[in-house]
């Protein structure tokens, strides 16, 4: 099993910047598709972006240019610049060994608990 733990969310200003990190522990993580997803209450859960074990990047459109996925070893990481109210979510990383192709929350097998982020 993989476990996944988020950090790095909290309050901003419109404008602003964060950076959000994924931990990943129980198995070769660098063998796994990686991803951000988001969610606001009585939605469902949306993609925000995923790289692949090559480094093969995936953004919802919504995001590009704005938000940045990235990983060393075992960290997940999204940079998240220029942030507006409607970025306003819990975030999620999640970690699957499928094929990477998708950001359908289904296509993911581990989650982790997310780490809230409000721009306000």
């Known amino acids: 099993d993989v476990q996944l733990v988020e950090s790095g969310g909290g309050l901003v200003h419109p404008g602003g910047s964060l950076t959000l990190s994924c931990a990943a522990s129980?198995?070769?993580?660098?063998?796994?598709?990686r991803g951000w997803f988001r969610q606001i209450p009585d939605k469902e859960r949306a993609g925000v972006a995923r790289i692949n074990p090559y480094g093969g990047t995936t953004y919802a459109d919504s995001v590009k240019g704005r938000f940045t996925i990235s990983r060393d070893q075992a960290t997940l990481y999204l940079q998240m610049n220029n942030l507006n109210v409607e970025d306003t979510a819990m975030y999620y990383c999640?970690?699957?060994?499928?094929?990477?192709?998708?950001?359908?929350?289904?296509?993911?097998?581990?989650w982790g608990q997310g780490t809230q982020v409000t721009v306000s």
């Open positions: 129980g198995d070769t993580i660098g063998r796994y598709c």
């Open positions: 999640a970690a699957d060994l499928g094929r990477c192709r998708t950001l359908n929350p289904s296509d993911f097998r581990y």
